[in-house]
């Protein structure tokens, strides 16, 4: 039996049945700090598809970290097949500075395909793309809402993309939401490649949610061993099919002061429920906020302190509200039951 080839990149070669961490030169500081693009190659004995996941392209997006370090611990990684290559924080520059951008103002998912000429934002895209992006054959890209918001577990993909609708049902978040490709994203310069990209959004920003995690990392292990990665042994299949929501709307405030929300994400409501009010610092006035659309809330804000016009609650319309509630019980319990991949440790 021949032996399967080493895996090259950045010039180092990871022998099959390995598993190093590669450090990608991209930049150095000001100070000449040098700034790597690390990966963690893990390179399977036998032949199998070369699959992606990332984490930190919006530095401050903290969760899908976490779940990357979850996942690199799950012991199902030492029956590999093919490749896995995994990123935990891209964007290290914001990471630092716990910002979502780079040093350069720049939002590093409206910057690809990138140019080894152009802006820092520029370069580190170019870097990914043809490092990781165009070795693989798929895909999971890791995501929470900004900070001051917080999205319910969600996977975003194109409405017409069979593949990656498929894919996100295996994955099994609560909500399958379809979005459009938007330029100079990842997603949409990925599939100029011929890769799917599916995008995971959860939590909020700076901030770890136990849940989120949970879903996200049960998700990535059920779309790796759907693609050939990894055997099907101890990985649950979702007790109820994601909700696939076509339709979304933000509500916003009709003016500013102190918000109370009565409804959280994952909730489902109906037009002319009660979700929030907004009073003015003395009491002397207070505004109910009513939904004028049926649905689940897949995001909201969650800072006290609003402005007229600021983005209160995701709601996204479902086809029915019964079965929304009934499939988002089913998925709720399997996630509270779920052991742990890294049982020393409940943030």
Known sequence: MTKRQGFEIAGEVVSAGERRTVNIPVSTLSDHTPVTLSAHVVHGKKDGPTVFVSAGIHGDEV????????????????????????????????????????????????????????????????????????????????????????????VRVSASN????????????????????????????????????????????????????????AGIMRVLSEVGLLPTAGIAKPKARSLVCSDSHWMRAPAGGLLRTFKAEGDVVQEGDIVAAIADPFGEREIEVATKYSGIIVGRAVMPVVHEGDALFHIAAVKSTDVAEAAMDDITTQLEEAALFDEDEII
């Open 162 to 217: 069979r593949e990656t609708m498929r894919l996100a049902q295996v994955f099994g978040a609560p909500v399958i939401l379809t979005s459009a490709l938007r330029e100079g994203s990842l997603r949409q310069e990925a599939k100029k490649k011929g890769v799917d990209v599916l995008l995971y959004e959860a939590g909020e920003g700076m901030r770890f949610d136990e849940m989120s995690v949970r879903a996200g990392l």
């Open 63 to 154: 969760i899908g970290v976490e779940i990357v370090r979850r996942l690199l611990r799950a012991k199902n990684l030492k029956k590999l097949s093919g490749t896995l290559l995994v990123v935990p924080i891209v964007n290290t520059f914001g990471f630092l500075n716990h910002s979502r951008y780079l040093p350069d103002r720049r939002d590093l998912n409206r910057c690809f395909p990138g140019s080894p000429h152009g802006s820092l934002a520029s370069r580190l895209a170019d870097i990914f793309m043809s490092e990781i992006v165009e070795r693989s054959s798929l895909g999971i890209d890791l995501h929470s809402a900004a900070i001051h918001r917080v999205n319910l577990p969600q």
